[in-house]
């Protein structure tokens, strides 16, 4: 036999120790980053585990905010893909590598790392390469380009970026020769 | 009492998977060119000033064979490798955009110590646009490029025309 009220007397137990609990967890977290507990060395390893997570959080995030629709108003061909090329060589390759040379040293001393474009290529979508380079990341070395770019150059940009590691050979040789000059 | 027990460790475990699913989810905001509430930026600022702090604890600047040397040194590196992001004195930097903001330095200056800016300088700061200059730098132009940003929004007169001839005489002879 249950005594009548302990049903709803145990609920409401419940129900306070829950709110302690949150609370007591928020003075927690606050209380370890106020007394400097978290190590914010960008040089110290991080988890693999917290990587991937943030990773793909922000992949996720980028997915959900990117309007569905957005595409790129003209169609790749060669000289957009070349185009790109020297937009990339001129401003992104310091962090982010160049296609055919060693990954980038200063990208590595970055946490997160810029990811090595030219050597992993990447899994976003072109409308998502052209929000990221238009908008940055947050709490990322990823600062926004879009005042410094056109929307037609941030465009050529993301063709490029979306093909870096898969180039037909005229476009390679496109970028170089203009690279040359 | 075990109810109540029961309540607080269900907290402890829902909220940080809820935590961690809402941002796995894509509900996160990433655009580095719109400001976070400004609660989040001034928990993780006083975080990252208290973690530095503790990090940077045992450091001991060494006493300088020359201050006024080291100044001078410093604000050439400072000018060839720190301002473009963090601004020259008179000049903005360029990197308006990532987020956090790069802090405008001739401008504001600093409240780090040299050992706390030194350390910074060395390891970088995580989940941030200023990455780790330790393979860049050696120690001796770590320490100058402190004794420069100690009073880099007050330097004493003439320094800055003479950090500006070094360079110009500098660049001529590369």
């Known amino acids: ?181 | 009492m075990k109810t109540f027990l029961l309540g607080f460790f269900v907290a402890w475990f829902v909220l940080p998977t809820a935590v961690l699913a809402y941002f796995r989810v894509g509900f996160g905001d990433t655009q580095s060119d719109a400001n976070p509430p400004p609660w989040e930026t001034s928990v993780m600022q006083s975080a990252v000033h208290a973690s530095v702090r503790r990090s940077a604890a045992g450091i001991q600047a060494p006493p300088p064979e020359n201050i006024d040397e080291a100044m001078v040194a410093g604000g050439e590196l400072y000018l060839n490798g720190c301002a473009g992001c963090h601004g020259a004195p008179g000049k903005l930097g360029e990197d308006h955009s990532s987020y956090p903001r790069v802090p405008q330095l001739p401008q504001v200056g600093t409240q780090y110590s040299q050992a706390e800016m030194y350390w910074i300088i060395k390891h970088g700061i995580r989940n941030t646009a200023m990455s780790a200059y330790g393979p860049f730098y050696s120690d001796k132009e770590l320490w100058a490029l402190t004794s420069f940003l100690r009073q880099i929004d007050r330097l004493p007169p003439g320094v800055l025309e003479r950090i500006q001839a070094k360079k110009a005489a500098d660049g001529a002879t590369k």
């Open chain 1, 1 to 181: 036999m249950v005594p009548p009220g302990l049903e709803e007397r145990s609920v409401k137990k419940f129900v306070v120790g829950f709110v302690t609990g949150s609370l007591v967890l928020a003075v927690c977290v606050l209380g370890y980053l106020r007394l400097g507990l978290a190590n914010v060395a960008a040089d110290a390893p991080a988890p693999e585990s917290e990587t991937r997570w943030m990773l793909s959080s922000v992949h996720a995030s980028i997915r959900h905010t990117v309007p569905a629709g957005l595409k790129d108003p003209l169609p790749v061909d060669d000289a957009r893909l070349i185009a790109g090329g020297k937009l990339y060589l001129n401003d992104c390759v310091g962090c982010h590598g160049a296609p055919g040379k060693p990954p980038s040293n200063f990208g590595a001393t970055f946490y997160p790392p810029a990811p090595q474009l030219a050597r992993d290529g990447t899994q976003y979508s072109e409308a998502e390469i052209y929000w990221v380079a238009k908008h940055g990341i947050r709490r990322t070395g990823m600062s926004a380009q879009g005042p410094y770019y056109s929307e037609e150059k941030l465009w050529l940009l993301a063709e490029f970026i979306h093909d870096i590691s898969n180039l037909p050979p005229q476009v390679r040789a496109g970028i170089e020769e203009k690279a040359g000059k």
